[in-house]
């Protein structure tokens, strides 16, 4: 088996590249509209409770038409992953591993094709589509390998007169809950992490990308994953969700979401259910409020492209974006004047056009608050770029920079998710050290500076579970940034990282006297 590679990214300027992508946009645009089903145990199932894809770049365009599940519905869900995982758990570590390279191949054939249902359905430019497009195939190769190693003989202290081996086995049945913002590399990465270590899974996918997860789903048929491996169950979170959650069968939650649905994940697996006979594992992987710290001493053009890039790659949408920009009042003025002259010429339209740097926001509740949290910021900023709605047919907003603001103000606390950010300025390197350690998160952050002993501060100080020094504070790759955050981020989990499987595994320690 050759080492572990991330999957290229697709150079759209070359135009071999490009009208390959048309011809994939033009493919998935044929299928819009299509009716999808639940799939329990291999079974596809139609009910009368339907929920709608819309394309929010055209709020007119239907992307697909989804049966949702009700409790009854989750309920066999559950049985048929019961069931299932009686036989999955017993197929080799490497079977299971080479389902995840199969479909990890089946993707690498198909690639434009997913990314053009992601620049549809959630409203990703080519690149941030690509590039999703990639990720998912990266965590189907690396824990796939993850397996095999930890299927190894593992590293023991050997005694005289005894055979010791430990071994990692499955937990039982997962309820796997991903969000629409990576709608395929974290539904696929939370997916097949969770099975390839023995497990089977209900997938409650998040609603906007329903029909996303449900072209992976075909994906896992072909390469051939027993039926009731997986078990696709779209459903309202509050519903169906929490039906999951709190079922005495539930083994472990797989959660990536909103910090307020994984507090109150965490706080419903805790409850001991009549009929559950184990501590419910919960992951969770949750929002945050990311810094951008620029230095007196920088190179200021990457520390302004840095901060663009950041902030509004797929406007704002990410975990890992930059909503505050703490900069060294040295300099603040020039950085400041620099991002906002290069948002100004920052193109928002529909995801489908290339070269677009801004796509629509995913959804109505989406797009509300984020307009709500602008006019917040009005009132505790200055506004110095944007500041409302753009033009078309869907939930366009504005690239948005806010200067001045207090480090305590809302928008520096709360998680905006989205095209918004926050200029804080700070007196010296302790100050902005401080008030990038000022919120409840700790996801991702970055310095700029030429400063090697600030740096070094930094690496001890800057309290956050990905810390990139020189460079934009997103767009993590799996096995090179393992990926996840501390404090309200998460629990400390590390996707597309060795420690990640064991999450989904139990040790098991066998000792035989010779
Ligand atoms: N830390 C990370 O790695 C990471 C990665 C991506 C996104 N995020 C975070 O995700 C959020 C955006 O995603 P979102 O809007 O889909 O989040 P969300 O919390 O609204 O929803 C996430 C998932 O939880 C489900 N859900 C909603 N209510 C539920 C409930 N009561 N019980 C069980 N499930 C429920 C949803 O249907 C969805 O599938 C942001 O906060 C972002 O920072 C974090
Ligand atoms: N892993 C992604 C963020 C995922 C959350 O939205 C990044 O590193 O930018």
Redesign the pocket.
């Known amino acids: 088996m050759i080492e572990f590679r991330n999957e290229p990214f697709t150079d759209f300027s070359q135009e071999a590249n490009r009208r390959d992508f048309e011809t994939a946009l033009e493919k998935v645009k044929s299928e819009l509209g299509k009716e999808y089903d639940i799939i329990i145990g291999g079974e596809h199932i139609k009910t009368d409770r339907k929920v709608k894809s819309i394309n929010p770049s055209n709020l007119d365009e239907v992307i697909g038409i989804v049966s949702e599940a009700d409790t009854a519905l989750a309920e066999k869900a559950m049985q048929a992953a019961l069931t299932a995982f009686e036989s999955w758990k017993k197929v080799s570590p490497e079977a299971r591993a080479r389902v995840l390279f199969k479909a990890a191949a089946i993707l690498r054939r198909k690639k434009h094709e997913f990314s053009a249902w992601m620049v549809l359905e959630a409203g990703k430019s080519w690149p941030e589509a690509d590039a999703d497009t990639a990720e998912a195939i990266d965590f189907m190769e690396f824990y796939g390998r993850e397996m095999i190693r930890l299927s190894d003989r593992q590293p023991l202290t050997s005694i005289p007169g005894e055979d010791n081996n430990l071994y990692y086995i499955p937990l039982g049945v997962g309820a796997v809950?991903?969000?629409?913002?990576?709608p395929l590399a974290?539904m696929v990465g939370m997916t097949t992490a969770a099975v390839v270590a023995g497990n089977t899974v209900v997938l409650?996918?998040?609603?906007p990308t329903n029909v996303i997860a449900y072209k992976f789903m075909e994906i896992l048929k072909e390469a051939g994953l027993p039926d009731g491996v997986v078990n696709y169950v779209p459903g309202?979170?509050?519903e169906v969700?929490?039906f999951f959650?709190t079922h005495p069968k539930t083994r472990f939650i797989s959660?990536?979401?909103?910090?307020?649905?994984?507090l109150?994940?965490n706080e419903l697996a805790a409850k001991t259910v009549p009929g559950q006979k184990w501590i419910k594992r919960v992951v969770a992987?949750?929002?945050?409020k990311d810094s951008i710290v620029v230095d007196s001493d920088c190179d200021i053009d990457l520390a302004v492209d840095s901060i663009v890039k950041s902030a509004f790659g797929f406007s704002g949408q990410?975990?890992s974006a930059c909503s505050r920009a703490i900069v060294h009042q040295d300099v603040y003025d020039e950085v400041l004047q620099k991002v906002v002259a290069k948002t100004k010429e920052l193109k928002v339209g529909e995801a489908k056009t290339l070269g677009i740097d801004l796509g629509p926001v995913i959804d109505d509740k989406a797009y509300n608050k984020i307009l709500e949290y602008i006019e917040i910021g009005k009132q505790e900023g200055r506004l110095m770029a944007g500041g409302g709605k753009a033009d078309g047919n869907g939930y366009f907003i504005q690239p948005t920079v806010f200067a001045d603001v207090d480090p305590q103000a809302r928008i520096s606390q709360e998680?905006i998710?989205g095209p918004v950010v926050a200029f804080i300025k700070a007196k010296d390197f302790d100050h902005a050290l401080s008030i990038a350690n000022n919120t409840e998160f700790g996801?991702t952050g970055s310095v700029i500076t030429r400063n090697r002993m600030h740096l070094e501060r930094a690496r001890e100080e800057f309290f956050v579970g990905n810390l990139y020094f020189n460079r934009k504070c997103t767009g993590a790759l799996v096995g090179v940034h393992p990926?996840?955050?501390f404090n309200m981020?998460?629990t400390d989990s590390k996707?597309g990282g060795r420690d990640y499987l064991l999450l989904f595994t139990q040790a098991k320690l066998v000792s035989e006297a010779l």
């Open positions: 809950i991903p969000p629409w913002n990576f974290i409650k996918p998040a609603t309202p979170g509050k969700g929490e959650v959660f990536t979401g909103s910090r307020e649905v994984g109150r994940i992987e949750m929002g945050g990410k975990c998680e998710f996801l990926f996840g955050g981020s998460g996707a």
